[in-house]
């Protein structure tokens, strides 16, 4: 599925966008997602859905330290 359509960006590329970030220590927002990407939010729709993103993507990271 199709998470920015402006920019042509999938759920796959953005969670491995996001895994990336997290990887390297940089703060992971949808603009992060967005020039990791190489682009730029345009209409704006993809913004809630990339936010949902990093916070489910938070959240399980938070778990999995938490069973280390």
Do not use: W
């Not at 969670?15 to 997602?33: F, K, Y």
């Amino acid at each position: 599925m199709f998470v920015c359509i402006c920019n042509a960006l999938n759920e796959t590329k953005v969670h491995a966008t996001l895994r990336d970030l997290s990887a390297s220590g940089c703060d992971v927002t949808p603009a992060a997602i967005h020039r990791a990407s190489g682009c730029k939010p345009q209409c704006g729709r993809c913004l809630p859905e990339m936010a949902d993103m990093i916070d489910s993507h938070r959240t399980a990271s938070a778990f999995a330290q938490a069973a280390d």
